[in-house]
């Protein structure tokens, strides 16, 4: 059964960085084809999708945020981390991570819960 | 870079067929993906490839695209089906994940 948990903190302050944690289970991210994403939500707005990392570190980003991400895993821990800088307080959202199935196609099969994170002073 | 339309709102009876649409260009060169939310949960995968559904997905739920246009079909609507709606495509090497605007289902 595969299983996403996002961690991090819940408030940050402007222009700090955060940092959100992806832990997973019941997959590899050593397995060819395999990836994990972050996509966010600002409140009542859509799904808009920010960084993927796949199996052979190969790293993808919205062109939109790229300067800001960072995404890196580290398998033996099955997590994921990704870092967004400079955060502003457009950046309030839920921040998903989801598995990316190595079965071929651009989709997330499972999400993790979310993590609400609020940009304030 | 490449937009993905959805409308706003889609209202429907119970028992009835409702019908949600993404628009985009060149369409019939991307598969479409489709995603149910429900308040205050996350977002979960009910179409992929166009038309193929997750185990665990009803049947009632279907998917189909032509040029310019997918669609998401939900047959003998319930009321556990009022949620968002959201497509997605592959759109570019350089940006290759891009989410509609998400679609609100009523069901009346």
């Known amino acids: 059964q595969i299983t996403l948990k996002e961690s991090g903190p819940t408030l940050v302050k402007p222009t700090q960085t955060l940092t959100l944690t992806c832990t997973f289970s019941g997959f590899s991210l050593s397995k060819r084809g395999v990836g994990v994403g972050w996509i966010r939500q600002p409140p009542g707005k859509a799904l808009e999708w920010l960084a993927l990392i796949f199996w052979d570190d190969d790293q993808r980003y919205s062109p939109s945020l790229e300067s800001r991400l960072a995404i890196t895993k580290d398998t033996s821990k099955n997590q994921v981390v990704l870092t967004m800088t400079n955060m502003d307080p457009v950046d309030t959202a839920t921040y998903y991570c989801?598995?990316?199935?190595?079965?071929?196609?651009?989709?997330?099969?499972?999400w993790g819960r979310g993590t609400l994170v609020t940009v304030s002073a | 870079s490449y937009v993905l339309t959805q409308p706003p709102s889609v209202s429907v009876a119970p028992g009835q067929t409702a019908t949600i649409t993404c628009g985009g260009d060149s369409f019939r060169s991307k598969n479409v993906h489709w995603y149910q939310q429900k308040p205050g949960q996350a977002p979960v995968l009910v179409v992929y490839d166009n038309s193929d559904r997750p185990s665990g997905i009803p049947e009632r739920f279907s998917g189909f695209h032509s040029e310019n246009t997918a669609t998401l079909t939900i047959s003998r609507v319930e009321a556990g089906d009022e949620a968002d709606y959201s497509c997605?495509?592959?759109?570019?090497?350089?940006?290759?994940?891009?989410f509609g605007g998400g679609t609100k289902l009523t069901v009346l």
């Open positions: 997605q495509v592959w759109g570019s090497s350089s940006d290759p994940v891009l």
């Open positions: 989801a598995h990316r199935s190595e079965s071929g196609n651009w989709y997330f099969d499972l």
